[in-house]
């Protein structure tokens, strides 16, 4: 398990002409702007370096395009479902449901009617995240194995809204519960077959390293007889260039050490999984985009483009940074650069690709452009067309996947038909 901070794909480039070996301006004319494009390569290449990990399973509320699922099920990869419809979609593609393989795993803090259903048709294993799912649960599929999120009582992230451990946050059993959720389970015949801990996406090895304490203090104190402990997700990527790639093996080796530490108490094997979302998919993903107005507002220059929060959230719902480049067939360095604001078409203030967490505009330098210029929102492939909406009436962006240096449409955009479908007057 490896990773070079010197990576090609640590790259934060002003212009941009191909994306994975195909020419941008070709991919904006074959399927026209917005359009999310994903370099399956990359996947490929994130994948490997978790090899270490005896099962990778890809937590799909990051993406869950069906190509991109079918994708890293080829390579090997067993997949979370939060939701009814993501285990539907891991079914299309080819996941098996049941206990006996465990490619699906439910994953959340409620059963919504809809889940509670489907798990039960498709015997879909379950990882709890509150003690009222063990009951409704054990209603209905007693002398089951299950696992249990704890929640520490502490967590971490790179943003308050992606903190998912500690008193205010929903997420996880509260450790100080554990062992009445021990006893709940035994009513029903259900075995408890392994831990999971998962604090925010983007910690750091301080908190990871009570992220281990915790989880193997638990285990001792239940006396749990697990047979697998989940690293849970939240590996970061660097979105800035001053960002510096995560040291994997440190990683590993944090989590091997409790994963040996249970083995040799239990005297018996336990398997190591990780829960990657963002990881495997944020660097393949391309929000193409095509600037449609520039405009001068006092002292602020703004380029303003045909994609809005409705197709790429993260800035506005937690400032988050995404690198912006040019389409352009320069290959040089550009020669004139300005700080501008980069907006969207939407009839809101906060359509603001440029922004920092709390809605503070700011601006990004960012070489001369034109309009009907190519303009790339990068590292987009994460929690980007997943989060999209139809505000404004706008239709879902295409998306395109890239492998091997061919481009592959992998979902339409919607027409206007799509958006009014299932709508009626009722009188």
């Given at each position: 398990?490896?990773?070079?901070?010197?990576?090609?794909?640590?790259?934060?480039?002003?212009?941009?002409?191909?994306?994975?070996?195909?020419?941008?301006?070709?991919?904006?004319?074959?399927?026209?702007?917005?359009?999310?494009?994903?370099?399956?390569?990359?996947?490929?290449?994130?994948?490997?370096?978790?090899?270490?990990?005896?099962?990778?399973?890809?937590?799909?509320?990051?993406?869950?395009?069906?190509?991109?699922?079918?994708?890293?099920?080829?390579?090997?990869?067993?997949?979370?479902?939060?939701?009814?419809?993501?285990?539907?979609?891991?079914?299309?593609?080819?996941?098996?449901?049941?206990?006996?393989?465990?490619?699906?795993?439910?994953?959340?803090?409620?059963?919504?009617?809809?889940?509670?259903?489907?798990?039960?048709?498709?015997?879909?294993?379950?990882?709890?995240g509150?003690?009222?799912?063990?009951?409704q649960?054990?209603?209905?599929?007693?002398?089951?194995?299950?696992?249990?999120?704890?929640?520490?009582?502490?967590?971490?992230?790179?943003?308050?809204?992606?903190?998912t451990?500690?008193?205010?946050?929903?997420?996880?059993?509260?450790?100080?519960?554990?062992?009445?959720?021990?006893?709940?389970?035994?009513?029903?015949?259900?075995?408890?077959?392994?831990?999971?801990?998962?604090?925010?996406?983007?910690?750091?090895?301080?908190?990871?390293?009570?992220?281990?304490d915790?989880?193997?203090?638990?285990?001792?104190?239940?006396?749990?007889?697990?047979?697998?402990?989940?690293?849970?997700?939240?590996?970061?990527?660097?979105?800035?260039?001053?960002?510096?790639?995560?040291?994997?093996?440190?990683?590993y080796?944090?989590?091997?050490?409790?994963?040996?530490?249970?083995?040799?108490?239990?005297?018996?094997?336990?398997?190591?999984e990780?829960?990657?979302?963002?990881?495997?998919?944020?660097?393949?993903?391309?929000?193409?985009?095509?600037?449609?107005?520039?405009?001068?507002?006092?002292?602020?220059?703004?380029?303003?483009?045909?994609?809005?929060?409705?197709?790429?959230?993260r800035?506005?719902?937690?400032?988050?940074?995404?690198?912006?480049?040019?389409g352009?067939?320069?290959?040089?360095?550009?020669?004139?650069?300005?700080?501008?604001?980069?907006?969207?078409?939407?009839?809101?203030?906060?359509?603001?690709?440029?922004?920092?967490e709390?809605?503070?505009?700011?601006?990004?330098?960012?070489?001369?452009?034109?309009?009907?210029?190519?303009?790339?929102?990068?590292?987009?492939?994460?929690?980007?067309?997943?989060?999209?909406?139809?505000?404004?009436?706008?239709?879902?962006?295409?998306?395109?996947?890239?492998?091997?240096?061919?481009?592959?449409?992998?979902?339409?955009?919607?027409?206007?038909?799509?958006?009014?479908?299932?709508?009626?007057?009722?009188?």
């Amino acid at each position: 398990m490896t990773r070079s901070p010197n990576s090609s794909t640590l790259d934060f480039p002003a212009y941009r002409n191909q994306i994975a070996g195909v020419d941008v301006a070709k991919l904006a004319q074959d399927f026209g702007t917005p359009t999310y494009v994903y370099d399956l390569n990359l996947i490929a290449h994130r994948i490997s370096e978790l090899e270490s990990f005896d099962v990778i399973r890809y937590a799909q509320k990051a993406n869950s395009t069906l190509a991109v699922l079918d994708f890293v099920r080829q390579h090997g990869v067993k997949v979370d479902a939060v939701s009814a419809g993501e285990i539907v979609r891991a079914m299309k593609v080819g996941y098996r449901p049941g206990q006996e393989n465990h490619d699906i795993v439910y994953t959340a803090d409620i059963f919504d009617r809809a889940a509670i259903e489907m798990v039960v048709a498709h015997d879909i294993h379950c990882n709890m995240g509150s003690p009222d799912m063990i009951d409704q649960y054990g209603e209905r599929m007693p002398d089951r194995p299950i696992t249990l999120r704890i929640n520490p009582g502490f967590g971490h992230g790179h943003s308050q809204k992606t903190n998912t451990g500690g008193p205010q946050s929903k997420h996880g059993i509260w450790h100080e519960q554990v062992g009445e959720c021990f006893a709940r389970a035994e009513r029903y015949g259900l075995t408890i077959s392994g831990l999971h801990m998962h604090i925010g996406s983007g910690t750091d090895f301080e908190h990871l390293s009570q992220v281990c304490d915790s989880m193997e203090t638990l285990a001792r104190e239940h006396h749990a007889p697990i047979k697998t402990i989940s690293a849970g997700g939240g590996l970061p990527i660097a979105y800035e260039p001053n960002q510096e790639a995560i040291d994997l093996e440190r990683y590993y080796d944090l989590w091997n050490g409790t994963r040996q530490r249970l083995q040799n108490e239990l005297g018996h094997s336990i398997e190591l999984e990780i829960e990657p979302g963002r990881y495997l998919v944020a660097e393949s993903g391309f929000l193409l985009t095509e600037i449609r107005a520039i405009k001068e507002m006092g002292d602020n220059k703004f380029y303003l483009v045909d994609a809005g929060f409705n197709n790429l959230a993260r800035p506005i719902l937690y400032g988050a940074h995404h690198p912006i480049s040019i389409g352009s067939s320069s290959q040089s360095e550009p020669s004139h650069y300005q700080d501008v604001i980069v907006g969207g078409p939407l009839c809101e203030s906060g359509d603001i690709f440029t922004q920092e967490e709390g809605g503070f505009v700011t601006s990004r330098r960012l070489p001369k452009a034109a309009i009907g210029d190519l303009l790339i929102l990068e590292r987009a492939g994460a929690y980007g067309f997943v989060m999209s909406s139809n505000y404004n009436s706008k239709p879902f962006a295409a998306e395109v996947v890239i492998r091997e240096g061919q481009s592959h449409l992998a979902r339409k955009r919607q027409s206007d038909d799509d958006i009014l479908r299932g709508e009626e007057i009722p009188w």
